[in-house]
């Protein structure tokens, strides 16, 4: 069985001396929102291996991301199209032509949506 093989021309120093050190830059790492693991039984239906729901509470993903720094400078609120030559271009979700019609379908004439 052959195996793909990557080969570096350059060896890139580790950014870490020991062990040590390693665990401090991995305790500075921004904590993600724990994996939950819930059971599902079913009444009147037996089954040859259990059945588990692995999920993450939503609300605490979406916390995580809107607080971490990485994710700062790459958040997209409005959607916007991209015309090549006439023709659409998609890329990120916010390019799609269903994040302009949610945020027609619920604009409220409160709320203005700046456009520069």
């Known amino acids: 069985m052959m195996f793909f093989q990557v080969v570096s021309e350059t060896r890139k120093l ?7 050190q390693l665990f401090t830059f991995m305790d500075a790492l921004p904590v993600a929102p724990r994996w939950k693991c819930t059971p599902i039984h ?30 700062a400078n790459h958040m997209e609120y409005d959607p916007y ?22 945020q027609v379908s619920t604009f409220h004439p409160y ?4 456009v520069c």
Not at 81 to 93: H, K, L, P, Q, R
Not at 111 to 114: D, H, R, V, W
């Open 14 to 20: 580790l950014s870490f001396k020991n062990a040590k």
């Open 42 to 71: 079913t009444d009147g239906y037996t089954t040859t291996h259990p059945v588990n729901l692995i999920w993450r509470d939503a609300l605490e993903v979406v916390h995580h991301i809107f607080g971490n720094p990485i994710f």
């Open 81 to 102: 199209e991209i015309n090549n030559n006439g023709e659409c271009e998609y890329g990120e979700w916010m390019s799609c032509e269903q994040a302009s019609e949610i």
């Open 111 to 114: 709320y203005t949506n700046i």
